[in-house]
């Protein structure tokens, strides 16, 4: 009588031994593959310049839509209302060149953001001897990785420290870029926000202009276009502001947006305890430096991560 582990296949020994090798070869060879195949990296294109683009078609139409939301305000408001109203004197300067500031400064970043590098982990990475117990290893690109690093389906590479994939920006926000994020739904807050109170009191305070060509295709569909800019207004507001709260929160928590959403939590030993200000977890995130120069938004990183959480090197 067989024992309940052994089940007669009407095969010899060294058949089954034959199929069992099969399949093991077989399932290593895919994982080989696929691997091979992430190591292509047919979702990143690279440019020059340090430029890189995820290749999403989704990712396309989401990220298209806040461009969109975003040129739409920066040109409409100003044309229609800021500019005008300079003209014939009822603004000053300063509310004019602050719109166009913000507008510009949330393009600029929208743009960085869209094209940097979250912190996308090499291929040929190898842990010290120090790190090795603390690193993880990815079965799909087959590489060796530091704790909170995870692997996104969309880009198919690792990224350091992933808060997560954002449509809206169409790439991963990691270690290297969240800075960059943050101060882009900061900035963009600030622009929907700016958008919105002017375009309220377009309808409500502001006189009508005088100086404008009334049969001008802009001035026939004024009024269409105003709500327009409320509409996407809203939009750009509800995504900007949530996210700017929920980035700081997980600034301040210490966890990314991964871990809340497998409820994994997981530490490092160098990385900042509890006792930890959250001055000090921000300025893990956006740099050294007075506070001030987090908020401007033409920096340059100006240190890297270089894979130990706590240890940037000044460039
Ligand atoms: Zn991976
Ligand atoms: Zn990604």
């Given at each position: 009588?067989?024992s309940?582990?052994?089940?007669?296949?009407g095969?010899?020994?060294?058949?089954?031994?034959?199929?069992?090798?099969?399949?093991r070869e077989s399932t290593?060879?895919?994982?080989?593959n696929?691997?091979?195949?992430f190591?292509?990296?047919?979702?990143?294109?690279f440019?020059?310049?340090?430029?890189?683009f995820?290749?999403?078609?989704?990712?396309y139409?989401?990220?298209?839509?806040?461009?969109?939301?975003?040129?739409y305000?920066?040109?409409?408001i100003?044309?229609l209302?800021?500019?005008?109203?300079?003209n014939?004197?009822?603004l000053?300067?300063?509310?004019v060149f602050?719109?166009?500031?913000l507008?510009?400064?949330t393009g600029s970043?929208?743009?960085?953001?869209?094209?940097s590098?979250p912190?996308?982990i090499p291929?040929d990475t190898?842990?010290?001897?120090?790190d090795?117990?603390?690193?993880?290893?990815?079965?799909?690109c087959?590489?060796?990785?530091?704790l909170?690093?995870?692997?996104?389906?969309k880009?198919q590479r690792?990224?350091?420290?992933?808060d997560h994939?954002?449509?809206?920006?169409?790439?991963?926000i990691g270690?290297?870029?969240?800075?960059?994020?943050?101060?882009?739904?900061?900035?963009?807050?600030?622009?929907?926000?700016?958008?919105l109170?002017?375009?309220?009191?377009?309808?409500?305070?502001?006189?009508?202009?005088?100086?404008?060509?009334?049969?001008?295709?802009f001035?026939?569909?004024?009024?269409?276009?105003m709500?327009g800019?409320?509409?996407?207004?809203?939009?750009?507001l509800?995504?900007?502001?949530?996210?700017?709260?929920?980035q700081?929160?997980?600034i301040?928590?210490?966890?990314?947006?991964v871990e809340?959403?497998?409820?994994?939590?997981?530490?490092?030993?160098?990385r900042p305890?509890?006792?930890?200000?959250?001055?000090q977890?921000f300025?893990i995130?956006?740099?050294?430096?007075?506070?001030?120069?987090w908020?401007?938004?033409?920096?340059?990183?100006?240190?890297k991560?270089n894979?130990?959480?706590?240890?940037?090197?000044?460039?």
């Amino acid at each position: 009588m067989p024992s309940d582990s052994e089940v007669d296949l009407g095969m010899s020994f060294e058949q089954q031994f034959d199929i069992v090798n099969f399949l093991r070869e077989s399932t290593n060879k895919e994982i080989e593959n696929e691997a091979a195949y992430f190591r292509t990296s047919p979702n990143i294109i690279f440019l020059p310049g340090g430029f890189q683009f995820v290749r999403h078609v989704r990712g396309y139409f989401s990220m298209g839509s806040v461009v969109l939301a975003w040129a739409y305000n920066s040109y409409i408001i100003p044309k229609l209302v800021l500019f005008p109203l300079w003209n014939d004197g009822y603004l000053s300067w300063f509310p004019v060149f602050a719109f166009c500031f913000l507008a510009f400064a949330t393009g600029s970043l929208l743009f960085r953001s869209i094209s940097s590098d979250p912190g996308r982990i090499p291929f040929d990475t190898r842990p010290t001897s120090a790190d090795k117990m603390n690193w993880t290893h990815c079965q799909r690109c087959l590489i060796q990785r530091p704790l909170k690093s995870h692997h996104c389906s969309k880009c198919q590479r690792c990224v350091r420290k992933m808060d997560h994939h954002c449509p809206w920006v169409n790439n991963c926000i990691g270690e290297d870029n969240q800075w960059l994020f943050l101060l882009l739904v900061f900035y963009g807050s600030l622009l929907s926000l700016f958008g919105l109170t002017v375009d309220i009191l377009y309808f409500y305070v502001f006189p009508k202009c005088l100086s404008c060509p009334r049969d001008s295709f802009f001035f026939v569909h004024q009024q269409f276009l105003m709500y327009g800019v409320f509409i996407s207004g809203c939009g750009l507001l509800f995504v900007c502001s949530t996210q700017t709260i929920t980035q700081s929160a997980n600034i301040i928590l210490d966890k990314t947006t991964v871990e809340s959403l497998i409820f994994a939590r997981k530490r490092l030993p160098d990385r900042p305890t509890d006792d930890s200000t959250s001055y000090q977890k921000f300025r893990i995130v956006c740099g050294p430096g007075p506070v001030w120069r987090w908020f401007n938004p033409f920096r340059r990183k100006r240190w890297k991560a270089n894979f130990v959480y706590q240890q940037h090197q000044e460039v």
